[in-house]
């Protein structure tokens, strides 16, 4: 028997886009490195490169055409090099990427990933690029399209998690909703519930790996409905609690939610549950009754205001979070004035702003002239911006004084590389999601620590640890 231990085979992933495309890079990078990969942050050393990939916007497919073009010579260079195209870009342009970037070996959709490791070998055999694909929407029958986006949940790997302390669980997959600019619907499949005891079965193997925050994920969380064997039906308020009970578990999110479905059970959860975190992510989009109809949001701003106010007067302290989309075909200065003052009103602790970027496959797309110019959508984008770090400011200002538990994340942006033992600026997130950053140790990362807020911006809170003891090193 030969004593040489074969050599690993040196994997570079990238990851665009949302935590379901971070959720899933882990999950392929997990499947690779249990058949002997390795993973490298030299993209010049690879034997494999993986791009994960995203299409909710032209911008994050451009960022990928032009990595693919910047690899073209490496593996002229390097003929043995393999180079994957995974995630939401590979199912909506499938042929196409081989087209554009013919030195790409793999094209896989987001509902096919489980074949990542097979079709890397079958194309290094075959000499040839291989693809797995699902379903177009209208392809056959719901259950056949279902039935092509599989279900991608398989063992976890600690060391792509953001820390080895938090992780991803997704509870749905795909999205039903068709709002009309939106190519997710498209890409990710059919909505799917995963079943709870499946979902609170990962939680608890997470806990037992160490993990104390998990995010569960879903297009639109909020809708989770699964139903078990005994024939009981499942809601998010539900799963929450079964998931409170986990032993370890100290912090539980959920991401995104859809307005309509935030129901009193949930908002009652979440005032009940002292482990779920005060924080709701639950994009509006637009201000406008005729952009969201447009945009078939299926829930009007009074609808919308009225959440607010149901989750203001049942969680106070919850922080909410808003998603909005500038420059939507035929959004006038009016419309868009309406976004300005939903900003105002909704007091979000921030909201992600997007140019609407046209998505060809959508309804937006063939119904609509993307008609608003771009000097126009950037200023839109600019102002709803600057109105909502204003805002963000104030509502920050007032944390001032209060003591705050945060999870420590590790060493802020501003003081990456702080020596083990050493004391620096660390930054962590309290239960409402807000970013706090503090003179800490190294030691602390992955606790809970009482803050105590002293300073503010838009986007960080800057705090002092509460007891000096946990920041001074041991003797
Ligand atoms: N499912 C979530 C929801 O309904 O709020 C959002 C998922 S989407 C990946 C994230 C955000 O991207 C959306 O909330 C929307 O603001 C933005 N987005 C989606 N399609 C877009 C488009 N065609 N142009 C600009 N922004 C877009
Ligand atoms: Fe896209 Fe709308 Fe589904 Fe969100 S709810 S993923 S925006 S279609």
């Known amino acids: 028997m030969s004593d040489v231990t074969p050599k690993r085979k040196k994997l570079y992933i990238e990851t665009v886009g949302c935590q379901m495309n971070l959720l899933d890079s882990e999950l392929v990078v997990g499947k690779l490195r249990n058949e002997g990969y390795e993973l490298t942050d030299d993209i010049g050393k690879a034997d494999t490169i993986l791009y994960n990939t995203c299409s909710v916007r032209q911008h994050a497919e451009d960022k990928i055409y032009s990595a693919l073009g910047r690899i073209k010579q490496l593996k002229q260079l390097k003929p043995e090099l393999t180079i994957g195209v995974l995630g939401c870009m590979a199912q909506k342009d499938q042929k196409q990427i081989l087209k554009r970037a013919p030195h790409v070996d793999i094209v896989v959709g987001p509902g096919q990933l489980a074949r990542v490791p097979e079709l890397l070998v079958l194309a290094k055999e075959q000499a040839t690029p291989q693809m797995a694909v699902s379903l177009p929407r209208t392809a056959g029958s719901n259950e056949t399209v279902t039935a092509s986006f599989a279900e991608y949940d398989p063992i976890r790997e600690p060391a792509m998690r953001p820390t080895p302390f938090q992780a991803f669980v997704r509870i749905m997959m795909g999205c039903d ?49 699964s139903v078990d064997a005994s024939g ?17 578990l100290q912090r539980i999110k959920f991401i995104t939610n859809f307005p309509n479905d935030m129901t009193d059970d949930l908002l009652q959860a979440v005032r009940d549950l002292p482990r779920v975190s005060r924080y709701l992510h639950v994009p509006a989009q637009s201000g406008c009754d005729e952009v969201l109809k447009r945009m078939k949001r299926t829930y009007s701003v009074a609808l919308y205001d009225d959440m607010l106010d149901r989750i203001r007067a049942t969680v106070p302290d919850a922080a909410v979070s808003s ?6 075909p035929g959004e006038s200065e009016a419309s868009f004035e309406k976004s300005m003052r939903l900003v105002e009103r909704g007091r979000f602790k921030n909201s992600y702003i997007f140019k609407y970027s046209p998505r060809q496959g959508t309804k937006a797309d063939t119904l609509f002239i993307d008609d608003i110019p771009e000097e126009v959508k950037k200023r839109r984008n600019n102002d709803l911006l600057v109105l909502q770090t204003a805002i963000s400011q104030e ?41 706090v950053v503090f003179e800490g140790h190294e030691r602390l990362v992955g606790q809970f620590v009482p803050v105590t807020i002293e300073d503010a911006s838009g986007v960080t809170l800057f705090g002092r640890v509460v007891t000096m003891d946990l920041v001074a090193p041991r003797a």
Do not use: M
């Open 177 to 225: 909703k068709f709002c009309t600019y939106c190519i997710v619907p498209s890409v990710r499949g059919p909505e799917q519930s995963r079943p709870a005891a499946v979902i609170v079965d990962e939680a608890r193997a997470l806990a037992d790996q160490g993990v104390k925050e998990i995010t569960l994920l879903g297009q639109t969380v909020n809708s989770y409905r």
């Open 232 to 248: 009981r039906t499942f809601r998010l308020s539900d799963l929450l609690e079964r998931l409170h009970e986990i032993e370890g």
């Open 323 to 328: 998603d909005f989309i500038v420059g939507f």
């Open 395 to 435: 509502d920050n200002r007032r944390l001032i004084g209060q003591n705050l538990e945060v999870l420590v994340e590790g060493p802020s942006k501003s003081s990456k590389g702080v020596a083990v033992d050493e004391i620096g600026q660390f930054s962590g997130r309290s239960s409402c999601d807000r970013i």
